[in-house]
Structures are given as structure tokens and as C-alpha cells.
């Protein structure tokens, strides 16, 4: 079945340590998204891709880096993990960068200690 | 600035209907309005989206009134299973290359399915 896929499910890592989500998809979409989503919290988006066009939300912190090296996968970097930056971190596909429906993964349980 | 309202939780039973309702009071001409399902340590799902007036698909009806300040997720017969946060999400129908998306989601609705 065609789906978007995260690795690790869950990832530990320590306070200023460097740690990369994966994401890889076969819906042969266009369009890539990272959200954060704490607990009981709607999911915020981080940036997105489209095609090989990036686009950062304006309150994204620097901290936070993304790489798209082809269509089918796109990372996610955090280069230096404070204790806030644990969350869930969801990718999302869609066909367009509109009004479009977006496909999530299953999402990278983050903690960061 | 744009900004979606929804209740924090609901109560139902099995096999009734249930109404969300989301308020969007400043959505802009070419918004569309989507909802999403999620279950605890998933990724959201989609249910439905709509622009105006009534969609409807296999598992839901949304309702739009005229001036669509506001949108109704309207679930038949839930059931133990439809236990879920239901999310209302306002976004821009125009692509703007560099731009930030403009992607407006709803707290959130915690819908408990009772026996």
C-alpha cells in the first residue's frame, strides 16, 4: 500500500545533541510537511516542501533544518535539542500545496533529556 | 488573524449522531475547510473537506453555512471506534511560492464514544 513512512517511531536523545527524523513516502506526491504536535496540542507546522522549493513558517525556530534530497524522502534536523523541543514530529504528503488532502505518517515520538 | 474554535470535548453514545462544530470567523475567499481524525500516537486522518454548502462522503457530512463563518462535522451512528480528537483546519486555496502556508487547525475536539 502506498503510504509515508517515519523512522524511528520513537527517538531519546540527550540536551544539544544532534538527531535527524526520516521520512519517506510512495505516494509520488509534490508536496512535504513537518509538523510538531506536544501533547494535547493541534499539530504545528514547521515548513514544508514543494517540490524542491522550501518554505519555513515564519516562527520556526532556527534550530530546526529540513532536507528533501529527492521526492520520495525528506529529513528532518534538529541541531541542538533543548528539553521543549520534545514532542511528536508528524510528516504529512500531499499532491498540491493547496486545498489538498495531506497523508500523514504514524509520527517520530521525540525526548529529549 | 485567522482563527479556528472548537469545543474541547464531546459525549455521545453508540449508534447516535454527532455535530462538531467549528467557528472560523475570519476565513478568506479562497479558504477550504478540512477535518482530520486522530487516534493517540497516530498521525491524523482525513475525513472530509469542503468549501461551501454540503459534502458528503462515506463516513461524514460537513455543512457550510452561506457566509461560512462556520462548519459543521457531522458523524451517523458513531460508534466505539470514532473515539478520537477531531480537527477542524482552515487553509489557503492559492499557492504562494516562498510563502508560509497558511494552515489554521483547530485545538482539537475530544469526542468520547460511550457503550
Known amino acids: 500500500d502506498a503510504m509515508v513512512i517515519q523512522n524511528p517511531r520513537y527517538q531519546v536523545t540527550q540536551f544539544g545533541k544532534p538527531v535527524t527524523l526520516s521520512c519517506s513516502q510512495t505516494l509520488n506526491h509534490n508536496v512535504m510537511y513537518w509538523y510538531q504536535q506536544k501533547s494535547s496540542q493541534a499539530p504545528k507546522l514547521l515548513f514544508h516542501y514543494y517540490d524542491k522549493d522550501f518554505n519555513n513558517e515564519a516562527d520556526t525556530p532556527d534550530n530546526f533544518q529540513s532536507r528533501r534530497p529527492n521526492t520520495s524522502f525528506c529529513f528532518l534536523d534538529i541541531r541542538s535539542p533543548g528539553l521543549g523541543d520534545t514532542a511528536m514530529y508528524l510528516c504529512a504528503t500531499s499532491r498540491a500545496p493547496t486545498a489538498d488532502t495531506q497523508y500523514f505518517g504514524p509520527g517520530t515520538r521525540l525526548t529529549v533529556l | 488573524l485567522a482563527k479556528t474554535t472548537q469545543p474541547i470535548s464531546m459525549d455521545s453514545y453508540e449508534g447516535q449522531e454527532v455535530n462538531i462544530t467549528c467557528s472560523h470567523n475570519n476565513i478568506a475567499t479562497n479558504d477550504y475547510i478540512t477535518w482530520y481524525q486522530q487516534f493517540p500516537s497516530q498521525g491524523p486522518r482525513f475525513i472530509i473537506q469542503?468549501?461551501?454548502?454540503?459534502v458528503t462522503n462515506e463516513v461524514a457530512s460537513l455543512f457550510i453555512p452561506a457566509d461560512r463563518k462556520s462548519s459543521t462535522l457531522s458523524l451517523p451512528r458513531v460508534s466505539l471506534s470514532d473515539t478520537a480528537v477531531y480537527y477542524c483546519l482552515v487553509g489557503d486555496g492559492i499557492y504562494n511560492a516562498g510563502n508560509n502556508r497558511k494552515l489554521i487547525w483547530g485545538l482539537g475536539t475530544s469526542l468520547a464514544v460511550n457503550p
Open positions: 469542503g468549501y461551501k454548502t454540503k
